[in-house]
Each structure stands twice: as structure tokens, then as C-alpha cells.
T-cell receptor
């Protein structure tokens, strides 16, 4: 039981390049979330999903796209990376919404030059 | 937009001291969660409080949910270096929400 895993752990991009971050969970959770964490800003929600095939915008969705084709996977895409997207990205999953525990992955540190 | 304000933002203390961190809002929440995040890792849930006035203890950590469900506090007794980390509170909006609102966190350093 690996919980929530994220791939890759580190990545350096040049401005304008694209990439996809992969999040996988093996807990059969319905809800999945992508956050970014910047110094002094806490966790900000980018996009989330309430089930396979669904996605919804969070607090800071611009410049990102997501897909949830399989229940266990949640992909975060950057089509044209910008230096403002330099951050640590966390994926989380939960059985349900609200009061249910969110289980976080170890994070991906992304630097955009 | 519901906001959670955490204070203090930074706290550096000596081993053995007591401390309290706060999580405040002008909005009412159905529940509040506290997470701890260690450097290089994702946050991990410590506790969930759901009833106004509720107090929960986890060893040396005491969590309280305000009577009006707008605020919460975390008190640590006799802090240890292992308590070092970023403490985040997160709230679930009244009426149900698909997502949590996170505070910006309190970064605690406990020096030996």
C-alpha cells in the first residue's frame, strides 16, 4: 500500500516548455486534488476531481490543465511553463469531501527558468 | 471567500517550552483539521474537530475548536525538537464543500 505517489520528484523546465505531473493513489479514493505551495502562501488549490472523468477549478487554475481518466490517477499539465509556476506541487486524495482526511503525496519541486 | 488566518507565522522556541498557535476566521466551518508538514514531505493529518467547543488531545498536543466554530487553537506542552514543522489548519465550509480551505501555516522550530 503505497498511498499517494507523485512523479517526478524534481524537474527543471525552460520558459515555454510543457510537462505533465502524475499523481497515483492506491486507496480507491474518489476525490483527488492538486495544490501548489509557495513560501508564505500556504497550500493553494489548483484543480480537483470528485470522481473518475470529472475535474473542477480551484483557487489558482490559470496555466494548468488536469485529467482524471482513471480513478487512481490524476494528471496535472503545464502547456507553456512560466517562471511564476516555479513551486512545490502536492497531490492529495480523500475518500470523500470536507471532513474526510486528505492524504498527500511527497511533492514535486518544479523550477521554471 | 472563506479565509483562515494563522498566527504566529513563525515561532522559534527552546525544548521544554509550551506554545499555542491559532487559526481564526470570520466564517463558520463545519469542521477544522490540523496537519503537520515536515521539510521535504507532504502534510499529514493530526486531528479533525467537528463540534463547537470540542477539545482533543494527542499526547502533548491539545486541539480546541471554538464554540462558534470560527476558530481553533493548537497547544503543545513541553515542546520537543521532533515537533518542528509547518502546522496547517484547514476548514470545511458549512453546508458541505468539495474542497478544504487552508491557512498559510505556522512554522515551528524547537531548538534542543
Amino acid at each position: 500500500n503505497a498511498g499517494v505517489t507523485q512523479t517526478p520528484k524534481f524537474r527543471v523546465l525552460k520558459t515555454g516548455q510543457s510537462m505533465t505531473l502524475l499523481c497515483a493513489q492506491d486507496m480507491n479514493h474518489e476525490y483527488m486534488y492538486w495544490y501548489r505551495q509557495d513560501p508564505g502562501m500556504g497550500l493553494r488549490l489548483i484543480h480537483y476531481s470528485v470522481g473518475e472523468g470529472t475535474t473542477a477549478k480551484g483557487e489558482v487554475p490559470d496555466g494548468y490543465n488536469v485529467s482524471r481518466l482513471k480513478k487512481q490517477n490524476f494528471l496535472l499539465g503545464l502547456e507553456s511553463a512560466a517562471p511564476s509556476q516555479t513551486s512545490v506541487y502536492f497531490c492529495a486524495s480523500s475518500l470523500g469531501s470536507g471532513v474526510d482526511t486528505q492524504y498527500f503525496g511527497p511533492g514535486t519541486r518544479l523550477t521554471v527558468l | 471567500t472563506q479565509l483562515l488566518e494563522q498566527s504566529p507565522q513563525f515561532l522559534s522556541i527552546q525544548e521544554g517550552e509550551n506554545l499555542t498557535v491559532y487559526c481564526n476566521s470570520s466564517s463558520v466551518f463545519s469542521s477544522l483539521q490540523w496537519y503537520r508538514q515536515e521539510p521535504g514531505e507532504g502534510p499529514v493529518l493530526l486531528v479533525t474537530v467537528v463540534t463547537g467547543g470540542e477539545v482533543k488531545k494527542l499526547k502533548r498536543l491539545t486541539f480546541q475548536f471554538g464554540d462558534a466554530r470560527k476558530d481553533s487553537s493548537l497547544h503543545i506542552t513541553a515542546a520537543q525538537p521532533g515537533d518542528t514543522g509547518l502546522y496547517l489548519c484547514a476548514g470545511d465550509a458549512v453546508g458541505g464543500s468539495e474542497k478544504l480551505v487552508f491557512g498559510k501555516g505556522t512554522k515551528l522550530t524547537v531548538n534542543p
